[in-house]
Every structure is written in structure tokens, then in C-alpha cells.
């Protein structure tokens, strides 16, 4: 830790069970110099602990810190500041690249002859290997080892990859395969609330934040730690020592009262939160939980609703320790000192939240009762599009003529079977995703409706793949411990994986008649899933319709297989006796599901599986890797190659260059994801990263996904903009990765990028609203830029794709309200040119010179979104890895 000045005299001391800790105290600032701080909202307070520890009259001024009072009076804050995660987590689909980037960064630091040494996480870093098991086998006992076998048979290269990397840097740890999920890993074990570090002969006590390369990271927050998804450049950049870059934001207040009433589940209650931030517009702010309603609420479900702080857009949803903070950490297996700790600890500095607490200041505020929330699922396309379920048969019936076209009803029969399928039925139910999973409440009420079900005589319909994926092996051990796993497995809900399969995309193939008769009827097929994304083109590229449901839910919907049912009137199934059998029939009590998790979730399970965490199984043990402080890349592999961004890196980096002449690659409208720009799922052999596996020998049973080959630009390349589902206005009325080529014909976008980049022309993205939502896929902004994109002008953007953008070189700029690339009129054939670059500012007015296909001339003014001094540094760099390299190489 950097020397504090403590200009503000805060630096004291705290004892706790007979031991001394010192720490920074947030009433001893605000009395010495920082009036009214103790009314900051509780995530803003740890940010200004933050600062006060890493004050140093450099990076940290005193100014900054005081900046905070100023906020008081605001409530928003133009102010930068940096900000010093305690730790970094990732998981494998972005940490493999995290890592081989790592590993090219000492390549390049070698070759300008320094130490490769000098590459080294300076912060402690953990990778989860929790996004590469795929969901091949299902609905038997075999389906886990199975699933595992295959996982191991196609990671080979990138598991010893990341084997490598275990033992070569340092403060780099690697939960294996088969462990969890890493945001419920970091739940159940990583986190602990208030973090400590033995420094020049103290011990120093302070909040545990992180930031993670999963925009996910946001689950912890429901455990009182302060920590976001950024992409995996920026998370890089944090691990070797670079602080995050903000503004102080601003703080939503989401006030909760009331309480849920009887049947209705934390899911039911997070996608009503998400739905109304969505609408009240959140991205880029903190927004923190207050009110009575919090006593009635679990952590596991402020959990749940933390998760999802990407679905509703903000960069965090912070909840305050409480006493339920304390208890889940004993119940967690967390030591009883660590517990002591953390209650003396936020007491102390006014970060602990009692009923009779006064409400902090906030930038604005919302409130819902807890007793209006009704059950509820989400879809068929994003994860802020609520439906009640009682009108969900009605909504669904609306969208296929809607958002897909479809006024027909036909019914496609199933070679070698005996039913038929149509519109609406269900062919996925999958319990997965880190967001319900962590979560005994719905896990078990999942168990009783399954046991209800089989007791009625119940099972899965024919045509529905079930799979059941947990975040951890502690689900399996109370599910295990109250019979309800047999009752799961009995319906077709057995374990497949720990992992987030079905979520991120790695649903696996469905049978292959059922495909089949999909593809011959252009099927809306529908997938409930319970997971937190169910954006187009994600879940399975059969399945057009997706909706997020509780855990419960999905078994329901398992059981009735189709959505052109009303769930909560219609029958969902005929029962042994010939008596339909409706949902109220096998729907828990909360007493039942309660008196089930007190009785089966013990601190014991949770101290067992995670006592060797970092072990692994016999597969993860029998992975050999050569030592070496440098990687010996494989030129024949299709997994990780060493990627081009240092290739002919100076120490003095090249002055940056205006755009001109560029050529548009893509016109796209609102609400363009980071699924849409860089997929994780699965491809076909006839798209140009299917074309280059092809040619190097792998067979199509071998492709896996693109999130499994991140570490291979040569896929991710070819990768970008290649969503089944996308729609480039440069060819209306086409899905998927097209645009025209310098010809003006159509053609893959890969393609067309690579035909430009010979003639050396530059090239430039325009997009709508909220481009870049969803995950925080570094792939997204990567693959861009090396299709040779300079440019990117939307009319706003998500938060952390502006950030990646800019860390890779590429320019965010935005529309001023009221305009867009429609209102100008452009179709794709213009030329732009971008002028000024060389003596950007941050958020200053920059014109785009537009020349039409017929001779017209637009000019329009928009707002440079690099918003930061350290940002422009990044771009001016040509990106923050070089940024760092530069830096480090130079120390």
C-alpha cells in the first residue's frame, strides 16, 4: 500500500478479540476537515475510505477526497478520481485472454530488454474456471461425469494454458474445473467483507472490493463488498497496478418496504427491480438498497438482486452489512474472528445499517413495496422485459407476430416419436446461472416442486432438454441432504455441471430430431431458463424465444412444456389418478422451502468443499505444463496464440492520427449487445471462424464455442459482429454478421474489414442507444479494433464497453440528444472523416465530416465519451495495455 499523507488525521486503530488492527476512520476525517460525511451513502463511503488510505498527493489528493463533501451538496460530481480494488476476479472465458495477454506482455517486455519479471499481478488475482462445461449429456446419472470428460477433452490446450499461469506469476490463483461458479465461489468463500494485510508491521484493516471480468461481479454486493465487472484490459491494467479511473458517481437510493408475500421468489422480486431501474435510467451510477423492507429480505436474495445490477444497467447494487451479513458469514464457514471483525469494523466507520438508521443522502430516490411484487419472468429477449405470468401466455401469443413475425400455428411432427411440436413449446429448462444458484430459497422450492410433481406422477415433457447446473458443490450437498436432488433427477433434473452453461450459451446441442423438426418448421422454440441473460442469438441457436424464470418456474415449465398455456390456470399435466394437476397443486409454502433450508444448509458444507479449493480433481491434477517465466506458444494451436497488439511496440508511442476517408462497417440500432458484437456460443462450419477451423484441420464436433477459443484472435476476429441474430441496417432484412464490402456487395463482416484493411482504409461503427449492453466482454472491443475500426459513434453507451473501447484505441463518440445516424440520413456508402484527434480532451465537441453517396455534405457535431485524463492517456497510448507495458518497462 502506498504511504498515506492522511491529511486528514483519520489513521487510528481498532481491537478485536485481543488483536490490533489499524485502519482509516471515516468519523475521525469527517471531524478533522470532512463535515458531513457520515451521511454519504454506505458505497460511496467505502470509495472514500478508499481514498483516504491511498492518499499521496499524487494520484490521491486532498482535493480529491474533499471532493466528497462537495458531493454531499450536489449529490453528482464531474470530479476524478482513482480508485484501488483490493482484488481482481475472473473467470475463464475472459480470463484466458486476461492471461494470454499477460503472457504477450512479457514477450514484449523482453524484447525491448527489460525483466519479464516485471509482469506480475500486484493485486491478488482469482480465475474460476466456471464457462467452458457444456451441457452434452442430460436427463441421466451419467451427465456429470460425462459433461466433464468432454470439457477436459476440448480445453486441453487452454486448461494447460492456465496451468502455465498458475505457477508463473505471482498472486494468481486458479479455481479449477468442476468448482463453482465464480461469483457464488466468491460468495461462499473468496469475499470477507473487510479484507486485511499484514504492511510495514501492521495489520491494515479495510473494505473488501474487487472488480471482476464478469459483469456479474455485482453479486458479492449483496455481501456488502463494493466490486463491478469492467473488461478484462481494464481489470488487467488493475492488476498490475494501474488505478480505476472515475467520477464520483452518482447514487440511486432504492428504498424497500413492505414485505414478499406468501409463493412469491426472490426472482420474481429481482426481475421487478430490474424492469423499474431499466426505466428510471441507471447506467453508470451506483445504485444502494435502503429501508424497512431489507429486515425481511435474506442475503442470499440481496444476492440475487445485486446480480443482475448489469441487467438493470448500474454499475453497482450495494446493500449495507447487517446482521444478516453476519449471520450468512458464520453460516458460510467464515472464521469467527473474520466475523468479529467485520461487525467491529463497520460499526466503527458508519457502514453498518440498523433498522432505526438514518437514510443517507442520494442523488435521487425509488421505492417499491415488496408486498406489489407478483410472479414474473422475463423475456424473449432481454432481461428488462418483465411479464406477469399470469399475462404471459397473452405476451407470448403478442410477440411472435410482433418480434417475430409469425401468424401461423403450425405443428411439426418429431421423427421416431410421438408427439408433435409448435410455436411457444418449450425444448430447454435449465436451472443454471450464477444469479438463482446461489440461492438455498428457490434452489429448494425447485426440489418441492419436482417432489410434488413426481409424487402426483408428473414427469418433463418428451420434447424439453432439463438440466440442472449449480454455482456450487454446497448445493448438491443440501439438495443432496433433503431428498430433493432424487426428486429432480426422478423428472429429468439431474446434475449436468458446475458452471454457468445454459446462461452463457453452452446449452449443447438439442436431440437431433427435435433440431431437426425446428429448423424444417422455422419454429419459435422457446427456452426458461434461470439465469440472468437471455439476449438473441445466446441460449441455443434453435431457440429464438428465451424468458428468465425462478428456479421452481423452470421445473413448472418443464412440466407443462409450452408457453401457449396460461401456467397459473391452464393444467400443466395429467396425473397418475387422470386428474389434471395445476400449478397451486405442487407450488411450496414458504414455510416448507424454510423449514427445508434450516434444516439441510450447514456451516459444515461449506467449510468441507472449500478446505482445498485450489486442488481440483484428478483431471486438473494430471495436467503437466512446462515451466518458464515466458509461454511457449504452440504456432499449430487453435486455442491461444500469441496476439499482435505489441507486435513492433516503442517505448514512444506513435502520435495518434486523424480518421480519414473512413469507410462505415455497420449501421445498427438500439440496444446492441456485447453478445451481438463478440458471441460466446456456437458457430457452423460456414461461418469464417468455422471456414479458418476448417482449414486448420479441427472438425466441426471439435469447434466448442467462441468464448472457449478467446484465446485465439484469429477466431475472435472472425468472431466480431458474427451473432446469428444480428441485423446490420447496411442490408436490411438480413440476420447475422453481413455488411457490404468495398464493392458493395454483400459479405461476412470479417470479410469485408479484411478487403479494407489491404487498401488501408479505416473504418468507423454507427450504433443507437445503449450500445454495448450485457456482458463485459474485452472480445467486444478487441475484435474491433483489430477489424480495423477507429471509430465507433452511437447515441449512448453502456459503461463498460465505452471503457473497453477506449482501451483497445478505438473513439467513442455520441450523438447529442434528438440525433442519430437515421436522422442524417446515412445508408452505409459515406465516407468520414474525423479531424482533431490530436489534440482531444476529454468530453470535448468533436465533428464528424460526413460525405453522402451522391456528393452531399453532413457535418454533426458529437461528445468525445473519453471522460477521464487517465483515458485519453489510454488512447493516446494506443490502448491502456501499452499504457501499462510502457510504464512498467520504464520503472
Known amino acids: 500500500m502506498t504511504q498515506s499523507l492522511n491529511s486528514f488525521n483519520s489513521k487510528t486503530t481498532l481491537t478485536v478479540g485481543g488483536k490490533t488492527y489499524t485502519y482509516f476512520s471515516i468519523p475521525e476525517a469527517e471531524k478533522n476537515g470532512l463535515p458531513g460525511v457520515s451521511k454519504l451513502p454506505h458505497s460511496l463511503k467505502v470509495v472514500l475510505e478508499n481514498l483516504l488510505r491511498f492518499e499521496d498527493g499524487r494520484t490521491v489528493t486532498k482535493e480529491d477526497i474533499k471532493a466528497f463533501v462537495t458531493w454531499l451538496t450536489e449529490k453528482t460530481s464531474e470530479h476524478e478520481i482513482s480508485y484501488r480494488p483490493a482484488r481482481v476476479l475472473m473467470q475463464d472465458f475472459t480470463g484466458v485472454p486476461a492471461v494470454v495477454d499477460l503472457a504477450a506482455m512479457r514477450d514484449a517486455t523482453a524484447k525491448l530488454g527489460a525483466d519479464p519479471q516485471k509482469i506480475n499481478p500486484l493485486v491478488p488475482v482469482d480465475l ?28 486441453g490446450e487452454r486448461y494447460e494454458f492456465l496451468r502455465w499461469g498458475q505457477q508463473a506469476f505471482d498472486n494468481f490463483r486458479v479455481v479449477p474445473p468442476g468448482t463453482g461458479i465464480c461469483h457464488q465461489v466468491n460468495l461462499e468463500y473468496l469475499a470477507q467483507t473487510v479484507w486485511t494485510k499484514d504492511e510495514n508491521g501492521e495489520t491494515v484493516a479495510y473494505p473488501d472490493t474487487l472488480v471482476g471480468t464478469d459483469s456479474h461481479t455485482t453479486m458479492v454486493n449483496g455481501l456488502s463488498v463494493l466490486g463491478w465487472g469492467v473488461g478484462g484490459i481494464e481489470a488487467e491494467a488493475a492488476m498490475l497496478g494501474q488505478p480505476i479511473t472515475m467520477l464520483i458517481p452518482e447514487v440511486i437510493g432504492f428504498k424497500l418496504t413492505g414485505k414478499i408475500n406468501e409463493g412469491i421468489t426472490a426472482t420474481d422480486l429481482v426481475l421487478t427491480v430490474t424492469e423499474m431501474l431499466r426505466k428510471k435510467g441507471v447506467v453508470g451510477k451506483f445504485v444502494e438498497f435502503y429501508g424497512p423492507g431489507l429486515d425481511h429480505l435474506s442475503l442470499e436474495d440481496q444476492a440475487t438482486i445485486a446480480n443482475m445490477a448489469p441487467e438493470y444497467g448500474a ?22 474472528d473474520r466475523v468479529a471483525l467485520v461487525e467491529a469494523y463497520s460499526k466503527a466507520q458508519g457502514m453498518f445499517r440498523e433498522t432505526a438508521s438514518p437514510d443517507p443522502v442520494f442523488t435521487d430516490t425509488l421505492e417499491l413495496d415488496l408486498s406489489t411484487v407478483v410472479p414474473s419472468i422475463s423475456g424473449p429477449k432481454r432481461p428488462q422485459d418483465r411479464l406477469v405470468l ?59 416442486v419436482a417432489r410434488k410433481a413426481r409424487e402426483l406422477g408428473l414427469n418433463s415433457k418428451p420434447w424439453v432438454k432439463t438440466s440442472l447446473a449449480p454455482g456450487s458443490q454446497v448445493v448438491t450437498d443440501y439438495l443432496t441432504a433433503s431428498g430433493l436432488q432424487a426428486d429432480l433427477d426422478a423428472i429429468g433434473f439431474n446434475l449436468v455441471g458446475y458452471g454457468c452453461t445454459t446462461c452463457i450459451g453452452n446449452s449443447g446441442p438439442l436431440p437431433p430430431a427435435i433440431s431437426k423438426a425446428v429448423q424444417a418448421g422455422d419454429l419459435v422454440a422457446a427456452s426458461v431458463l ?35 398455456i396460461d ?31 434450516r434444516a439441510n444448509v450447514t456451516p459444515q458444507m461449506f467449510t468441507k468443499r472449500y478446505s482445498d479449493v485450489f486442488k481440483g480433481d484428478e483431471h486438473w491434477q494430471g495436467i503437466t505444463i512446462d515451466g518458464g517465466e515466458t509461454y511457449g506458444w504452440n504456432s499449430s494451436s487453435t486455442y491461444v496464440q500469441n496476439p499482435p497488439y505489441f507486435d513492433d511496440l516503442k517505448m514512444t508511442p506513435a502520435p495518434v492520427t486523424d480518421i480519414k476517408d473512413a469507410r462505415v462497417l455497420g449501421l445498427f440500432l438500439d440496444s446492441i449487445t456485447t453478445d451481438h458484437i463478440s458471441p460466446a456460443g456456437s458457430f457452423k462450419p460456414s461461418t469464417p471462424a468455422g471456414i479458418y477451423l476448417t482449414e486448420h484441420q479441427v472438425a466441426p464436433k471439435d469447434f466448442n464455442s467462441y468464448g472457449a477459443r478467446r484465446g485465439n484472435h484469429e477466431v475472435m476476429m472472425r468472431g466480431t459482429f ?26 461476412p463482416i470479417y470479410d469485408a474489414a479484411m478487403a479494407y484493411e489491404k487498401s488501408e482504409t479505416p473504418l468507423v461503427i454507427f450504433a443507437g442507444k445503449e450500445y454495448g449492453t450485457g456482458s463485459s466482454r474485452d472480445w467486444a472491443a478487441k475484435g474491433t479494433r483489430l477489424l480495423g475500426v477507429r471509430a465507433v459513434v452511437a447515441q449512448s453507451f453502456e459503461r463498460i464497453h465505452r471503457s473497453n473501447l477506449i482501451g483497445m484505441g478505438v473513439l467513442p463518440l455520441q450523438f447529442a440528444d434528438g440525433e442519430s445516424w437515421q436522422t442524417l440520413g446515412l445508408n452505409g456508402t459515406e465516407t468520414v472523416t474525423i479531424e482533431g484527434l490530436t489534440t482531444l480532451t476529454p468530453r470535448s465537441d468533436v465533428v464528424v465530416k460526413i460525405v453522402h453517396s451522391d456528393g452531399r455534405i453532413s457535418e454533426v457535431k458529437t461528445r468525445c465519451r473519453i471522460d477521464t485524463e487517465n483515458e485519453l492517456d489510454y488512447y493516446n497510448n494506443g490502448g491502456i495495455l501499452h499504457y501499462v507495458l510502457r510504464n512498467l518497462v520504464a520503472a
Request: charged share 20%; glycine share 8%.
Open 315 to 336: 454499475t453497482c447494487g450495494f446493500f449495507p452489512v447487517d446482521t444478516d451479513t453476519l449471520s450468512y458469514l458464520t453460516t458460510s464457514g467464515r472464521t469467527a
Open 530 to 564: 434461470s439465469g440472468n441473460r437471455n439476449f438473441e442469438g445466446r441460449v441455443n441457436p434453435d431457440v429464438k424465444a428465451n424468458f428468465l424464470a425462478s428456479p421452481p418456474l423452470v421445473v413448472a415449465y418443464a412440466l407443462a412444456g409450452s408457453l401457449k
Open 567 to 597: 401456467i397459473t390456470k391452464d393444467a400443466i399435466g395429467t396425473g397418475k389418478d387422470g386428474q389434471p394437476v395445476y400449478l397451486k397443486d405442487i407450488w411450496p409454502t414458504n414455510k416448507e422451502i424454510a423449514d427445508i433450508v
Open 390 to 448: 399470469a399475462e404471459a401466455k397473452d405476451k407470448f401469443a403478442a410477440s411472435l407476430v410482433k418480434d417475430f413475425a409469425k401468424t401461423d400455428d403450425p405443428k411439426v411432427a418429431v421423427d421416431g416419436e410421438d408427439f408433435s411440436i409448435g410455436h411457444g413449446d418449450v425444448v430447454i429448462a435449465a436451472i443454471t446461472s450464477c444469479t438463482n444458484t446461489s440461492n438455498p430459497s428457490v434452489l429448494v422450492a425447485a426440489g418441492l
Open 128 to 155: 474460476v474456471i466456471d464457462h467452458s462445461v457444456m451441457v452434452d449429456s442430460f436427463g441421466t446419472p451419467l451427465a456429470f461425469n460425462q459433461n466433464v470428460e468432454l470439457e477436459y477433452e476440448r480445453n
Open 722 to 747: 458474427a451473432n446469428i441474430r444480428i441485423k446490420n441496417q447496411m442490408v436490411p432484412g438480413v440476420e447475422g454478421g453481413f455488411t457490404l464490402g468495398p464493392n458493395g456487395q454483400q459479405m
